[in-house]
């Protein structure tokens, strides 16, 4: 059950705050403040909230970067940010990389996570993005679960990619299908 009075946002520096808050109760691969920041000035990334309207409590988030890996004769440059959730891009973006997703931990197993996910992904088909990929930490046995879910699949193992501690990553892939 998702949160009363909230919706899924575009993500904006006034949300890097609780961004943070965010990413340290649920124990990801912290990013700084300036990190966050930098992230949203760039034009191939897809940021994304989960907020109250009410009161402006952000539970969740998602954050990715959009890649082209395939010259195209489509338009080079772009007239709309990616993270701009709704719009359909003007580039030849074709994959996507999941950067980073987290719940508050209270707010976990409410269907918030999957909500953004399915937001996510709208705007990857939307766009046309063939592939998706993530790291996910080997032990993280229920992000696995949940992007198993989703039709992700292992497709190789980065050994010691993570620090604090050190621990192996599993890359991750989905490939779109399109209707």
Same mark, same amino acid.
């Given at each position: 059950?998702?949160?009363i009075n909230s919706c899924i946002a575009p993500m904006t520096a006034t949300h890097i705050e609780q961004i943070l808050k965010i990413s340290e109760a649920s124990k990801i691969n912290v990013w700084s403040a300036k990190d966050y920041a930098e992230e949203l000035l760039r034009s191939d990334t897809y940021a994304i909230i989960y907020q109250n309207q009410i009161n402006k409590n952000v539970y969740g988030f998602l954050l990715a970067r959009l890649i082209k890996t395939k010259n195209t004769t489509s338009e080079s440059k772009f007239n709309i940010k990616a993270n701009d959730f709704n719009s359909t891009l003007?580039?030849?973006f074709n994959e996507a990389e999941v950067l980073n997703?987290?719940?508050l931990? @209270?707010?976990q197993n409410r269907g918030i996570g999957q909500e953004i996910f399915?937001?996510?992904l709208r705007f990857c088909r939307k766009n046309k993005i063939e592939n998706v990929?993530? @790291?996910v930490r080997e032990s993280n046995l229920s992000a696995q679960k949940f992007y198993g879910k989703n039709g992700f699949e292992v497709v190789y193992k980065r050994n010691n990619y993570y620090t604090d501690p050190v621990e192996n990553a599993l890359v991750m892939q989905m490939q779109m299908r399109f209707i």
């Open positions: 059950m998702t949160e003007k580039s030849a997703i987290a719940v931990p @209270e707010s399915n937001s996510f990929w993530l @790291e």
